[in-house]
């Protein structure tokens, strides 16, 4: 005898409300919600870190007038700055930073964490880089 239309559709629905009543619990632990607090303090410390980064490469290049000039072997200081806009804007932005914010996907969350361990390195590596070649021509 096959199922009627209703019934399955109600244990479609039932299913679904089990899963998402599980996945409303999960996210509402205080170890998750810690972590989500923290990797999104992480981003806006990183975000500030960049922007830092870029209005200190700025300033030099407005003043010194070297914005064509080679800031290492692979890039002028003119691209090296739109280097760092384009990975800011790809990674840092403030879209990115609502999205998750307002969102509960743990999977998502892993992936903000490994592209801000990503950003992290290279705002490092980036920042060294300055410092190296600033104060080679000091």
Same mark, same amino acid.
């Given at each position: 005898?096959?199922?009627?239309?209703?019934?399955?559709?109600?244990? *479609?629905?039932?299913?679904?409300?089990?899963? @998402?009543?599980?996945?409303?619990? =999960? &996210?509402?632990?205080?170890?998750?919600?810690?972590?989500? &607090?923290?990797?999104?303090?992480?981003?806006?410390?990183?975000?500030?870190?960049? +922007?830092?980064?870029?209005?200190?490469?700025?300033?030099?290049?407005?003043?010194? /007038? *070297?914005?064509?000039? +080679?800031?290492?072997?692979?890039?002028?200081?003119?691209?090296? =700055?739109?280097?760092? $806009?384009?990975? /800011? +804007? $790809? @990674?840092?932005?403030?879209?990115? @930073?609502?999205?998750?914010?307002?969102?509960?996907?743990?999977?998502?969350?892993?992936?903000? $964490?490994? +592209?801000?361990?990503?950003?992290?390195?290279?705002? *490092?590596?980036?920042?060294?880089?300055? $410092?190296? *070649?600033?104060? &080679?021509?000091?």
């Amino acid at each position: 005898m096959p199922l009627f239309p209703e019934l399955t559709i109600a244990i *479609v629905l039932g299913a679904l409300l089990l899963f @998402y009543l599980a996945i409303r619990f =999960l &996210n509402s632990r205080p170890d998750y919600r810690s972590r989500k &607090n923290d990797i999104l303090e992480r981003f806006q410390t990183l975000r500030a870190k960049s +922007i830092k980064i870029q209005e200190s490469l700025s300033n030099y290049i407005l003043s010194q /007038h *070297v914005m064509k000039d +080679i800031f290492t072997e692979n890039y002028t200081y003119g691209d090296f =700055l739109k280097y760092l $806009q384009k990975n /800011h +804007i $790809q @990674y840092l932005s403030d879209k990115n @930073y609502a999205k998750i914010k307002n969102s509960d996907n743990r999977i998502l969350l892993k992936q903000t $964490q490994n +592209i801000l361990d990503e950003q992290e390195a290279k705002l *490092v590596a980036a920042e060294s880089k300055m $410092q190296a *070649v600033l104060s &080679n021509k000091n």
